[in-house]
């Protein structure tokens, strides 16, 4: 079993609709919580960061963790065509939990978003 | 700004020869990174590097060795390449290993082998 699993999709929703994508993950040493997109033939960028549970919004992105059922989530709202890209989760470990993991990103392996017009 | 700038873009190699990926940051962060990406498993950390003079394993390091050249730079080598190791490569740094901080990533290289 993989320590982060992530459904691979594709997705594919019309313009203008919420999208929830997910990870759940077995190692409840994790605490930092990221989101990174991903465009075709580009390398991933950082697009939401967040520590231990709870919710962060950012304009249209809003992120959830709930460290209780090891479960994040991205929602998108007002989906754009531009938000076609590739979703990756990303997660690390408490500083306080040490050892040759830390600073280290564990990775899902990435939902294909589709935003058509 | 550049950010992580990684070359060549794209390889192609004959199973059994050498090459080199490179990678520089003009960040000036402390700690890089080298990922590979195939279709269904996400990003998987090769090697790493959490400061200038170290280097360590990550969870994919057979094959690779790398280099921390100075700062700036960090480079993959592999020394006999395999068709398992056609991929696409990442680089990524952070300011600082000490803080869990996201990683900003190159644009990858593409590798095939044949």
């Known amino acids: 079993q993989k320590e982060v699993e992530q459904d691979p999709g594709p997705l594919s929703v019309p313009e203008g609709a919420i999208v929830s994508l997910n990870c759940t993950y077995s190692?409840?040493?994790?605490?930092?919580f990221m989101w990174y997109r991903q465009y075709s033939r580009k390398g991933p960028e950082l697009l939401m960061y967040?520590?231990?549970?709870g919710n962060k919004e950012d304009g249209r992105f809003t992120a959830q963790v709930d460290k209780s059922s090891k479960y994040i989530s991205l929602f998108i709202r007002d989906s754009q065509p531009s938000d076609s890209a590739t979703y990756l989760c990303a997660m690390t470990i408490s500083s306080n939990a040490g050892g040759t993991s830390y600073g280290k990103l564990t990775f899902g392996q990435g939902t294909i978003l589709t935003v058509h017009p | 700004n550049a950010g992580v700038t990684q070359t060549p873009k794209f390889q192609v190699l004959k199973t059994g020869q050498s090459m080199t990926l490179q990678c520089a940051q003009d960040m000036n962060h402390n700690s890089m990174y080298w990922y590979r990406q195939d279709p269904g498993m996400g990003l998987r950390l090769i090697y790493y590097?959490?400061?200038?003079?170290?280097?360590d394993k990550g969870e994919v390091p057979n094959g690779y060795n790398v280099s921390r050249l100075n700062k700036r730079e960090f480079s993959l080598r592999l020394e006999s390449a395999a068709p398992s190791q056609t991929s696409v490569y990442f680089c990524?740094?952070?300011?600082?290993?000490?803080?869990?901080?996201?990683?900003?990533f190159g644009d990858g290289t593409r590798l095939s082998i044949l």
């Open positions: 590097s959490a400061s200038e003079g170290t280097t």
């Open positions: 190692n409840s040493a994790f605490q930092y």
């Open positions: 967040t520590y231990s549970s």
């Open positions: 990524a740094s952070t300011r600082d290993r000490g803080r869990a901080q996201p990683q900003h």
